[in-house]
Every structure is written in structure tokens, then in C-alpha cells.
């Protein structure tokens, strides 16, 4: 009893010291749902025969379904969607309601961001919130795409939190979730353990209870389907399931090849100069990423025996960003959307340390690709230069090289020891 009552205490004094800010986000929140527009009617078809099978077999034999792809946290939320609804026919009806969802997530993290970098000043805060729901690229994905990279987003971002934070438990829970929303969180897995480090080299129990947690939530996540097993092949079937050099992602292959060609389509597994794409494409990934994840290691190793050390945010944030750009803007078989991942990372460090432009070109990079596919706009424009693949490639590109030139500044070149208060 003691417990709860302490916990409806903590309830109540973190809603009555944040009354405005829960005000402006439910205000946004509700305004933004009411919001109706088109979504991409491929992703939403799959969505609609989901739902309509959780509903007549059960969400736990939904696995015996061929085509479906996802993992499992995004059909707990589909299953939560379909409770509100008897029929299929009133399903269908209202289905444009399953965006608020990820919408919803979206928001949290535009509000956590803006609460990390202006803790105390509330009209700071709110400005940087509004900077960021309000941006054409933010919401694109989840409210006019309909996609759910958001709920992946949100967990792997919190438990890279938790684990600076020192919270290794439910840091190691939170990115077996976000494993269980969409595998290519994996990627985010040498930052995992760079965060958690300290504490795992300091107390190895720690670690062990990570691991058990993490595997522990899998468990949870994974036993409850009939057909389990179906989930591990989806995982291993996603390198080869899309063997193209680019799904739409508007990255480096449309500086090499032309448009044309690539829609042919030119084959990942296609040789350029006595090698496989496939194989530039990893080669050229993993030498950004280790130029990015480098001065993590070494600052880990330099300052292991000190409890108290933390990585500086700028570091962190700088090297995220560019190994999450990195994997969207070399590695072939991408789609248009798996840059989001980038642009939460991108966006914490720009607005955090004042980079309005890279703010501004990475937004309008990112945008022309999803509005390249989606054409939601519908301009009738888009043959013009500044709508071209070519132009969103070399916004992203010089982002890129933008992140990998202030880590050289900040860490390469000054060689300086990097502190965080």
C-alpha cells in the first residue's frame, strides 16, 4: 500500500510541475489527429488484412499468415486498434484512426527531446517543440505515409537514455523492445553497450541481469504466437528480401547511377569494378561508422575505471547521427523511410548546438524523398532540379560530411580529452 501510494504521490507531483507542457502536448496531440490525409495505400492494404486477421483468428495465430513481415510490438498495437471494433466492415471504416499511434510516440520523443535540451526554460522548450512537430519531414512518416517507424524510434532512443542515465535494466528491456518492433535496431546495438559500459565494467552483475532482462522480454514478446518460430525467419530473411541497390532511398547509388537505371532495377549482388554492390555498400558503411564509433571506444577505454564518467552529449550525438545516416545513405536494399532513425538523432544534435542549417538542409532532404515517392503535395513540378533524387542525395551526403567534419573538430583534430558535465 505504501508503495502505491507513493507512486500516485510521484504521479501527482510530476502532472501538477508539468500542467502546461501536458497542456500544449494534448492539445497538439488531439489537433494533429484530427488531421485525415491520404496515406501510402500499398503499407495501408497489409495494415487493413492484419487487422482483419487478428479479428477473425486471434492475434497470437497471426504468424500463420504468409505475407506478413513485422515483428511482434507492432501487432500488439494493431490487436490494441482492433478492440474498439466489432466488425470488420467499421474496422475498415475507421482505419485512418490507427495513425494516431504512431503519431503519438512521435510526439512523446519531439517533447523529450525539447525537455533535454531546455529542462527548466518552458517557453524554450515549447518553442523547440513546435520547431519540431511543425517541420514538414517530422510527422510525414507517421500521419501522411502511415508507416510505424516511430514506435521502434521511441524505444531504441529511451533505452540510450536509460543506459546514460545508468538505469541498465531497463535500459536492456527498452532495446529488446525496440528489437521487437523492428530489427534494424540491431544497429543501434554497439551504442547500447557503450552507454551501459561503465556500469557493466564496474559491476558484472549488472550485465547479467541486462542480458537476462533483455532476453526475458523477448521471451515475453515472442512465446505468446502459435507460430513463433515464423518470427525468426522473418529476422533472417530481411537481408536478400528486397535484392535491389535502392527501394526509393534517395542515398548515394543516385549519385552513381542514373534514375533510370536504378528503377531497371540494378541488382545489389551486380558487380562494379570486381565487386559486388552489396559489398561497396558495406565496406563504405562500416568505415564511416568505425570513424564515427572510434572516439566512443577510446574515450570507454581511457576512463573505464572512473564510475562517474559519462560521454559527451555532442560526441554521442554526433557519432549516432552519422552511423544512422550512414546506414540509410550506403547500404543498398534501403526504402525511403529508413532515414527516420537519422533524423531524430540529427535532430537532438542540431537544435541542441544551434546547427540551424544542417537542421534546414537535412529536413528538405529527407522531405524530397518521401515526398518523391508519396507525391502528396501534388505538384506539378517535380521534373525541376530542386525536386530531383539528386539534389535530396547531395543534401544528405553533405550533411553527412558536415557530422564527419564537426567529429574531426571535436575530437580528431583537437584532440582533446571530451568531458561531459
Not at 274 to 290: H, K, M, Q, V
Not at 392 to 407: G, H, M, R, V, Y
Amino acid at each position: 500500500m505504501m508503495n502505491i501510494d507513493f507512486l500516485k504521490q510521484k504521479i501527482k507531483h510530476y502532472i501538477t510541475s508539468n500542467a502546461k507542457d501536458l497542456i500544449v502536448f494534448g492539445i497538439s496531440f488531439l489537433g494533429l489527429s484530427l488531421l485525415k490525409p491520404t496515406s501510402f495505400h500499398s503499407d495501408i492494404h497489409y495494415w487493413r488484412l492484419w487487422s482483419h486477421a487478428i479479428l477473425e483468428l486471434g492475434l497470437y495465430q497471426i504468424y500463420t499468415i504468409q505475407n506478413i513481415d513485422y515483428m511482434p510490438f507492432t501487432l500488439y498495437i494493431l490487436k490494441f486498434f482492433t478492440l474498439f471494433f466489432h466488425e470488420t466492415s467499421d474496422l475498415f471504416e475507421h482505419f485512418e484512426h490507427f495513425k494516431i499511434f504512431a503519431l503519438f510516440f512521435d510526439l512523446i520523443i519531439a517533447f523529450c527531446i525539447a525537455k533535454i535540451i531546455y529542462p527548466k526554460d518552458f517557453g524554450q522548450r515549447i518553442f523547440i517543440y513546435l520547431l519540431i512537430i511543425f517541420n514538414p519531414i517530422y510527422l510525414y512518416n507517421s500521419l501522411i505515409w502511415g508507416q510505424v517507424d516511430a514506435y521502434a524510434g521511441f524505444w531504441i532512443l529511451l533505452s540510450l537514455f536509460l543506459g546514460y542515465k545508468r538505469q541498465t535494466t531497463l535500459s536492456m528491456i527498452c532495446f529488446a523492445v525496440a528489437m521487437m518492433t523492428k530489427f534494424q535496431a540491431i544497429f543501434s546495438l554497439p551504442f547500447l553497450f557503450l552507454v551501459n559500459g561503465i556500469s557493466f565494467w564496474h559491476d558484472w552483475r549488472k550485465f547479467g541481469l541486462g542480458i537476462l532482462s533483455f532476453l526475458t522480454t523477448i521471451a515475453v514478446f515472442v512465446l505468446p504466437f502459435t507460430n513463433y518460430t515464423r518470427i525468426w525467419n522473418i529476422v533472417f530473411h530481411y537481408v536478400g528480401q528486397y535484392p535491389k541497390i535502392s527501394m526509393n532511398a534517395y542515398n548515394i547509388w543516385y549519385l552513381i547511377f542514373t534514375e533510370d537505371e536504378i528503377h531497371k532495377p540494378i541488382l545489389d549482388m551486380d558487380i562494379y569494378l570486381n565487386l559486388p554492390l552489396r559489398y561497396w555498400g558495406y565496406a563504405l558503411f562500416f568505415s564511416i561508422s568505425f570513424f564515427a564509433i572510434f572516439p566512443l571506444i577510446r574515450e570507454f577505454w581511457r576512463n573505464r575505471n572512473q564510475l562517474e564518467y559519462k560521454f559527451s552529449p555532442e560526441l554521442l550525438l554526433l557519432s549516432y547521427s552519422i552511423c544512422q545516416i550512414s546506414f540509410f545513405y550506403f547500404l543498398p536494399q534501403m526504402h525511403e523511410r529508413y532515414l527516420q532513425m537519422g533524423m531524430y538523432a540529427l535532430f537532438v544534435y542540431a537544435l541542441w548546438y544551434r546547427k540551424w542549417l544542417i537542421y534546414a538542409m537535412f529536413s528538405y532532404g529527407f522531405w524530397l524523398n518521401m515526398e518523391g515517392v508519396l507525391r502528396h503535395t501534388k505538384l506539378y513540378n517535380y521534373h525541376l532540379v530542386i525536386f530531383h533524387p539528386i539534389t535530396a542525395s547531395a543534401l544528405i551526403f553533405s550533411c553527412l560530411l558536415w557530422l564527419c567534419l564537426d567529429l574531426y573538430r571535436l575530437y580528431y583534430h583537437s584532440n582533446a580529452k571530451i568531458y561531459a558535465p
